[in-house]
């Protein structure tokens, strides 16, 4: 078993940066990729952002790119989103995940909210 936890998200202006943390526990870890998701109310689960463990890879939804960043701590098994120039139209829940492999993701945290006001 593998436990996501994040943290970092917050309310915050428009415009505005926040940087949401993941760190992985559990059984020994290791991951394929790890990614982050987003969902706002009402809306379906959409796909934010990814990074290969072993080779440091990223892909990015389009509508994230170039304010997005995502990163690692190998070391620590700790994902990191840094979320630059942010809009209200990235309010939701932000949820880590993990791929033990490639083709799904196995693992979901709990969720933290992120909040930008206009």
């Known amino acids: 078993q593998v436990q996501l936890v994040e943290s970092g998200g917050g309310l915050v202006q428009a415009g505005g940066s926040l940087r949401l943390s993941c760190a992985a526990s559990g059984r020994t870890f290791s991951s394929y990729a790890m990614g982050w998701f987003r969902q706002a109310p009402g809306k379906v689960r959409e796909f934010v952002a990814t990074?290969?463990?072993?080779?440091?890879?990223?892909y990015y939804a389009d509508s994230v790119k170039g304010r997005f960043t995502i990163s690692r701590d190998n070391a620590k098994n700790t994902v990191y989103l840094q979320m630059n120039s942010l809009k209200p139209e990235d309010t939701a829940v932000y949820l880590c995940t993990t791929a033990l492999h490639a083709g799904r993701y196995d693992y979901w945290g709990q969720g933290t909210q992120v909040t930008v006001s206009s």
């Open positions: 990074i290969r463990w072993s080779s440091g890879l990223t």
